[in-house]
């Protein structure tokens, strides 16, 4: 076992370059995304000196039980590139520069990074644009950035693309300092989240008068 973990980033990089000739792939966008996994075990257990198995923010709601952390870049038709594990109390914002980093000889070319909200600090940004690359990431609409904030009060129509999708472009600033927001609109999330507030007024309501 120690010696298949002292080649693991080699072998992880000749098993998927195999892959990509055997499927013909071409690899222009990377999905990355975290996810944890508890052991069923009593935290007080744990031997002394374990690097890995840690309590930290668990996504299977089990804050109670140690946990490792578990970073997955897969193709855009889903095809893995390269897994990680982390100790069980990384936090997603810390990982990206090891993940860059790591790809960085895989000759891939440049690629489009796709990322959810929880990495989108500007370090990280900042980190996926080197060596000319781009990203896609999720931004939280009240996290309080000037540019975000100016996308949210810029006024125009949304465009509808599918049933359900709503979305309207807004390009941030000038030159290579530009930033390109798409706010995306689901009426019928939208509906049930108004309901939802409403139900929640009554309530409130209802104990008030009690």
Do not use: C
């Amino acid at each position: 076992m120690d010696e298949l973990l002292a080649v693991q980033p080699e072998l992880e990089r000749q098993v998927f370059h195999a892959v990509a000739d055997l499927l013909n792939l071409e690899v222009d966008l990377i999905y990355f995304d975290t996810t944890s996994s508890y052991f069923e075990v009593d935290p007080s257990e744990t031997p002394e000196g374990e690097s890995l198995r840690k309590q930290g923010f668990s996504k299977d709601k089990r804050p109670d039980l140690v946990q490792i952390v578990i970073g997955l870049a897969v193709t855009r038709e889903g095809i893995p590139i390269r897994a990680w594990v982390w100790p069980g109390n990384t936090m997603d914002m810390t990982v990206i520069k090891q993940v860059k980093q790591d790809l960085i000889g895989w000759k891939l070319g440049r690629v489009i990074s796709v990322m959810d909200r929880g990495f989108s600090s500007e370090e990280n940004l900042r980190i996926l644009q080197q060596a000319g690359g781009h990203y896609i990431v999720g931004e939280k609409m009240r996290s309080g950035k000037a540019t975000v904030e100016e996308a949210l009060s810029r006024r125009g129509r949304y465009q509808q693309v599918r049933e359900n999708l709503h979305i309207k472009e807004i390009i941030v600033g000038d030159g290579e300092a530009r930033q390109r927001y798409v706010l995306v609109y689901n009426p019928s999330e939208a509906e049930r989240q108004r309901k939802e507030r409403e139900t929640l007024l009554e309530s409130l309501k209802e104990e008030l008068e009690g």
